[in-house]
């Protein structure tokens, strides 16, 4: 129902938390594994026998090939931020219900490799750390392979770890993600709010769902 013109939204007396949009979360998921797996299967339109034709290796669908990309590591790299201020805000207002501490603890010993330490650390492998890290990186790049074939040779593709460098003061760190270990653990926290709000345990994730 419509609220009357006169009143005024600001003086609601219930807490207005950031939504944390499962919904969005789940489409950002997919939308990443997908990404990633796109540039897996795109080896598919390289014409490498082309030569033995006497003509130029070529990429069959050369527009649709360049536009993936000219764009996978901006989209890819877009949603992993949107994904990690969602986690970071859910994690601030909800941190200390004693349920998601339990299934955070618990799935921080599923996951106790989220994050690969190069340089800075030591550096907490949890998943909130894991979008602190995604969020103050300073450089964001996909790790790419060509299936072990010569360097110069075969058709290079993401493997789904992305390798962030960023500074903490005057202190330089550099670490390594896990794409797909970061976004099975988001979607298992959309399926923990659902859980709990099914269960009735409203104090937990009232109004986190956009």
Known sequence: MARPPSENPYHHPFVKP??????????????????????????????????EFGEEPDWSFPLLVGRHQETAEIRLSTMLLNLSASYRALDDQIGNEPSFQLFRDAQKKKYQD????????????????????????????????NNSQPRDEGVYHMTGTVELQGRRGKSEWSVSLDVFAFLEAMLETVMFLTSEETAGHSSAVEGQHG
Not at 23 to 46: D, H, K, L, P, S
Not at 114 to 125: A, M, N, Q, R, T
Request: charged content about 25%; proline content about 3%; aromatic content about 12%.
């Open 18 to 51: 950031l939504a944390f949009d499962c919904a969005a979360v789940e489409n950002m998921c997919r939308e990443c594994f997908e990404i990633v797996m796109a540039t897996q299967a795109i080896g598919a339109f390289w014409n490498e026998d082309l030569d």
């Open 114 to 145: 989220f994050l690969v330490v190069y340089e800075g650390g030591p550096i907490s492998d949890s998943l909130r750390e894991c979008c602190n890290k995604v969020i103050h990186a300073e450089d964001f790049r996909p790790v790419y392979d």
